[in-house]
């Protein structure tokens, strides 16, 4: 079945580090990709998603790339901010549902 | 609404009571979907609706679990005979169909 696998956390960075959290899936189809965040005490909302091969997702300087050839959808930022701090969730969706598959979550923290 | 919101925030209950967990989806969403997150689970799809009627059901994980929804709008989650392991945070999403999630906050459960 379809699953997602993304990097175990918790990440910790200075302030304006690069980040990189790394998200592969396995799939049947041709899913969508997201990227989801959840900022302490906040719900989930999405960050940023791709809907096919060579898409690239992108919002508030966060980037992902949807690599069909790696079956991969890695998430960067050039320069972090304390505020990014969060939880990151990975998820691809199900093709006749649109129901949602996340990774575990990858928790980062940045500092100043 | 301006978003989709989740009734009780909190809920405590003992072992072996039944629950009942609320979703008010934003106005004129036609796909509800229930989702679950908890520490060793992390967030795991639940069920779908499309309009009144489940077409997915294939993430509730035992026969203690059914969910109901109503004029195509509000959705409500039972768990009958509530065990420890039910213990985890409930989310509601809703959707127009094929189009992005919003989530709501979640019902934290809490099972002694």
């Known amino acids: 079945g379809n699953s997602v696998t993304q990097m175990e956390g918790p990440v910790t960075l200075s302030e304006e580090a690069f980040l990189t959290i790394n998200c592969t899936y396995t799939a049947t189809g041709y899913p969508s990709l997201f990227w989801y965040v959840q900022y302490p005490g906040e719900g989930l909302q999405l960050l940023l998603k791709a809907t096919k091969a060579d898409d690239k997702g992108s919002n508030k300087g966060f980037e992902a790339t949807y690599r069909k050839e790696t079956t991969s959808f890695h998430l960067e930022k050039g320069s972090v901010q304390v505020s990014d701090s969060a939880v990151y969730f990975c998820?691809?969706?199900?093709?006749?549902?649109?129901?949602?598959?996340f990774g575990t979550g990858t928790r980062l923290q940045v500092f100043p | 609404g301006a978003g989709v919101s989740q009734s009780p925030s909190n809920k405590v209950t003992e072992k072996g009571k039944d629950v009942e967990l609320r979703c008010d989806p934003i106005?004129?969403?036609?796909?509800l979907y229930w989702y679950r997150q908890s520490l060793g689970q992390g967030l795991e799809f639940l069920i779908y609706?499309?309009?009144?009627?489940?077409?997915?059901k294939s993430g509730l994980p035992s026969d203690r679990f059914s969910a109901e929804r109503t004029g195509g709008s509000v959705s409500t989650l039972t768990i009958q005979r509530t065990q420890q392991e039910d213990s985890a945070v409930y989310l509601c999403?809703?959707?127009?169909?094929?189009?992005?999630?919003?989530f709501g906050p979640g019902t934290r459960l809490t099972v002694l």
């Open positions: 998820a691809l969706s199900d093709d006749n549902t649109d129901k949602l598959i």
């Open positions: 106005s004129g969403h036609t796909a």
């Open positions: 999403a809703s959707s127009l169909q094929g189009g992005e999630q919003f």
């Open positions: 609706f499309q309009g009144n009627s489940a077409p997915d």
